[in-house]
């Protein structure tokens, strides 16, 4: 008999903001439990440190690259594959509730699911800029005027919004969501019969403006955070994408404690997804369906949350605070299970294909994950090398995302990627062990030392005694892009 597969997903979560994790100011006790029954990859990666490039990746098991997928614009073709539709095709009923990012909004979601809910339910919602895309959020009086506060004075580029007065206003469409799945965990308990379920939800938090509500946003001990990375103009040799938006940003002026309070609310907007967690989690064990479902928890990318002095991320640069994600896998009742925190070296890459071994079926195209069961066993060993990619060839203004004015909390980031320079252009981060080198095309190459220089501030690329671990991820590189740069269509066509 198929089990059960629920996928719960953050935006913008960064794996060093759990407690199991090592953060000493985190409160996520229903992640951490599930160290207890399942694993934790604490070297999971994402392919790419924004929302469409990234989940066109996981939710079809290709890589950014192959189809050209990264910019915030170009989401699936219908070419393309989806493993929502192949779930839909292999017996599992599939419910998505919440964020898109995926299936441009011009075209039906019919073909990758049974049902579709936005989380968006009431009338005053308004269009906000987010990641040069709309957002849609609840703009009542109050989050009006939080909102008109962050974009006033040296808050512009910071997003910082700070304690919500209720759960009414901003992240009210994530309540919505986790209500509509509990509400449909009920209704597949009271069944006799039926398929067995795939659940995507998929939340906004901790996505920003950095927003929380109480009791989480009064939670969180400002005290016991952990050391913020330095400003990234006092460090040499880093990506010229973050010297740009560090420039714009205007947060270099800013104290200690004002970033604290950003900090600590980012990290109550984790506590808060935790909670919801929580309710997943309850609801499936009170309708006794908690033994036969997986469960799998991480996030699209991550978020340098003040980390160099900069927020949100980049496009194409790859420090862990935003490509070093969450990926915890609670497997069903039967399924063989080591519970732990793994050093293995995983890809949201391979999604798709641990939840078709997981649905007992083998996908019907070409991609190019690795089911992360044998790891769930108990292997340590997953890849030997894992990449996270982005960034255009000069002259690629498509990729640019124009238009977006000084109004926006995102110019200085999409300003920056609109020049001609070296900002915006392509790189290729590969981890291998301890090493992580960023390949670049038209600037400097990086290569840290994680063991020595978690923080990653101290380039190798150019040291000489480096050369020899240069040339060995080089190489490796070199195979990935064979193996991967493209694949023949399943799909025959008539000469």
């Given at each position: ?39 934790s990859f604490e070297n999971a990666y ?49 419910i998505w509730i919440g964020r898109n ?395």
């Amino acid at each position: 008999m198929k089990k059960n597969i629920f996928l719960f997903v953050a935006d913008q979560m960064r794996s060093d903001s759990m407690a199991h994790r090592g953060n000493p100011a985190s409160i996520t006790p229903n992640l951490d439990a599930l160290v207890e029954e399942g694993v934790s990859f604490e070297n999971a990666y994402c392919q790419n440190p924004v929302c469409v490039p990234s989940r066109n990746s996981f939710l079809t098991g290709l890589y950014p690259h192959t189809n050209g997928h990264r910019t915030m614009h170009y989401l699936r073709r219908e070419e393309e594959p989806s493993i929502l539709k192949e779930m839909k095709e292999n017996g599992y009923e599939v419910i998505w509730i919440g964020r898109n990012d995926f299936v441009p909004a011009d075209k039906p979601k019919t073909e990758h699911c049974d049902e579709y809910y936005d989380g968006e339910t009431d009338e005053n919602t308004r269009d906000v800029i987010s990641d040069g895309m709309s957002l849609s959020i609840d703009m009542n009086e109050d989050t009006k005027r939080l909102y008109k506060k962050m974009l006033s004075g040296d808050t512009h580029y910071s997003f910082y919004m700070g304690k919500l007065p209720d759960r009414e206003g901003y992240g009210k469409a994530d309540w919505n969501c986790v209500e509509k799945a509990l509400e449909y965990i009920d209704r597949k308990g009271k069944e006799k019969e039926g398929k067995p379920f795939f659940v995507y939800c998929t939340l906004m938090f901790p996505h920003p403006p950095y927003a929380c509500e109480d009791p989480w946003y009064s939670s969180i001990d400002r005290s016991k955070l952990p050391e913020r990375r330095p400003n990234v103009k006092d460090i040499p040799n880093k990506a010229s994408m973050l010297y740009g938006i560090n420039e714009k940003q205007k947060l270099n002026e800013w104290t200690e404690e004002r970033f604290d309070e950003l900090r600590g609310t980012y990290l109550a907007m984790v506590s808060r997804f935790d909670y919801q967690l929580g309710l997943i989690k309850e609801k499936l064990k009170e309708t006794g369906l908690y033994d036969e479902t997986n469960l799998l928890v991480f996030s699209d990318h991550g978020d340098y949350t003040g980390d160099y002095t900069i927020t949100e991320k980049a496009q194409n640069c790859f420090e862990d605070p935003i490509s070093n994600v969450p990926l915890l896998i609670k497997p069903a009742k039967g399924v063989p299970v080591k519970p732990r925190i793994s050093k293995a070296q995983v890809e949201l890459v391979d999604i798709p294909a641990t939840v078709a071994e997981l649905g007992g079926f083998d996908l019907s195209y070409t991609q190019f994950g690795k089911s992360l069961l044998a790891s769930v066993a108990g292997a340590e060993e997953h890849k030997d090398a894992v990449f996270c990619e982005g960034g255009r060839i000069h002259g690629e203004t498509q990729a640019m995302e124009s238009g977006h004015g000084p109004e926006s909390p995102y110019w200085p980031r999409l300003s920056t990627q609109c020049s001609e320079g070296p900002e915006h252009t392509k790189a290729l981060m590969c981890r291998m062990g301890k090493y992580k080198y960023t390949m670049r095309l038209y600037e400097q190459d990086e290569l840290y030392d994680l063991e020595q220089d978690p923080m990653e501030i101290k380039n190798l690329a150019e040291l000489p005694e480096y050369q020899e671990v240069l040339v060995k991820m080089q190489q490796r590189i070199t195979r990935f892009y064979m193996e991967t740069t493209d694949f023949v269509p399943n799909k025959r066509d008539k000469r």
